[in-house]
Nanobody
Framework: QVQLVESGGGLVQAGGSLRLSCAAS????????MGWFRQAPGSEREFVAA????????KYEDSVKGRFTIYRDDAKNTVYLQMNSLKPEDTAVYYC?????????????????WGQGTQVTVSS
């Protein structure tokens, strides 16, 4: 079992930066692939970024490539999402998720465990 708690969301102006954190409980955090998803009002949850546990590979949704970076610190049981050059369309609730698979996954169905989400609001 893995419990996930996100933090770091908030209100920021367009062009600004935020770093989201996802702290995980459980001794086997380093064996889980991690992902970030987001859901805007009236929209379905969508993939943002993911990182594997096995070799550190990462994957990004096209609209965030070059602006967002996912990375993990297994010693702290934490995965981060550094978000730069934020745009109003990045406004959403951001969720982190954990999967026991070895790969890098963009499908939400692959993930077993989810956090409660953290709100990110980008003003124009």
């Amino acid at each position: 079992q893995v419990q996930l708690v996100e933090s770091g969301g908030g209100l920021v102006q367009a062009g600004g930066s935020l770093r989201l954190s996802c702290a995980a409980s459980g001794r086997t955090f380093s064996s889980y692939g991690m992902g970030w998803f987001r859901q805007a009002p009236g929209s379905e949850r969508e993939f943002v970024a993911a990182i594997s546990w096995s070799d550190g590979r990462s994957k990004y949704e096209d609209s965030v490539k070059g602006r967002f970076t996912i990375y993990r610190d297994d010693a702290k049981n934490t995965v981060y999402l550094q978000m730069n050059s934020l745009k109003p369309e990045d406004t959403a609730v951001y969720y982190c998720a954990a999967s026991p698979g070895r790969g890098v996954y963009s499908s939400s169905g692959i993930y077993y465990f989810w956090g409660q989400g953290t709100q990110v609001t980008v003003s124009s």
